[in-house]
């Protein structure tokens, strides 16, 4: 049997979730929200671009506009009402300190005890599929600019230090540590993807609900075998 994973913590109040693009939390991650803010719980989200590159078919011009709508759609469903964007360019994100000052300026804002991201290995699902670089820039410039949030010396003019970050969440990750049940948040976590309608029927042929049914349901169904057969988001957790 495979290693069993821990339930996640939940002596905290407040979350942000810092990703590469729209969409990126809706893919498992959006049902886990769902059952953080039916806790009581906040979680404002943080996209570091508007998503414009990622629909062949509307030019950047456009897309961005019609991806930021539904990102914002697609937070309402699960309970988040804070949702940021940076600006940077999709698709050509740049690891460096200017990433991380934005990030780290955002953790000040926002005074998370928890910061969920998404898994920035070199590849998905042990290798079968090469990781995006916009998902390796983000996810890595978060891990080190929690770090930077608590170090008045770095970037101080990004406001008051921030050093109350207790853990760091990785979604997607294939070397998963926790999960949360979300038994009572997958409808949700459903209807938070299918809110990406323009994204998805770029994608795909297939009816945008049924895709993100099959979707998010079968991957909380296949982590249901690591946490005692109930449906789950699994994330890798890094203490602080």
């Known amino acids: 049997m495979a290693d069993q994973l821990e339930p996640m913590p939940t002596d905290w109040q407040r979350a942000l979730a810092v990703v590469a693009h729209p969409d990126d939390l809706e893919y498992g ?24 590159a990622g629909i062949d078919t509307l030019a950047p011009a456009e897309a961005g506009p019609v991806r930021e709508r539904e990102e914002r759609a ?15 360019a999709d698709g050509v994100i740049e690891y460096g300190p200017a ?6 300026a955002a953790i000040r804002r926002h ?7 998404l898994n920035f290995d070199d590849t998905w699902a042990g290798g079968a599929y090469w990781n995006t670089p916009d998902h390796r820039a983000v996810g890595r410039a978060v891990m080190d600019a929690v770090a930077d949030a608590g170090n008045r ?11 109350g ?4 969440a990785v979604a997607g990750s294939d070397s998963p540590t926790h999960a949360v049940d979300v038994t009572d948040g997958l409808e949700a976590g459903v209807r938070s993807l299918v809110a990406h309608r323009a994204y998805i029927e770029a ?10 049914r099959e979707l998010v349901e079968g991957f909380a169904r296949e982590s249901a075998t690591r946490f005692a057969g109930r449906p789950a988001i699994p994330f890798r957790l890094f203490n602080r």
């Open 153 to 163: 010396w770095i970037f101080p003019d990004a406001g008051e230090p921030w050093g």
């Open 111 to 117: 005074r998370p005890e928890l910061v969920v991201t």
């Open 99 to 104: 990433l991380r000052r934005d990030i780290a």
């Open 29 to 52: 991650c959006a049902a886990a929200v769902a059952t953080w803010t039916a806790a009581g719980r906040e979680v404002a989200y943080l996209m570091a671009t508007r998503g414009e």
């Open 203 to 212: 994608l795909t042929g297939d009816d945008p609900e049924k895709y993100a």
């Open 74 to 88: 697609g937070a309402a469903v699960v309970g988040v009402t804070t949702v940021e964007f940076l600006d940077h």
């Open 165 to 168: 970050v207790r853990w760091v």
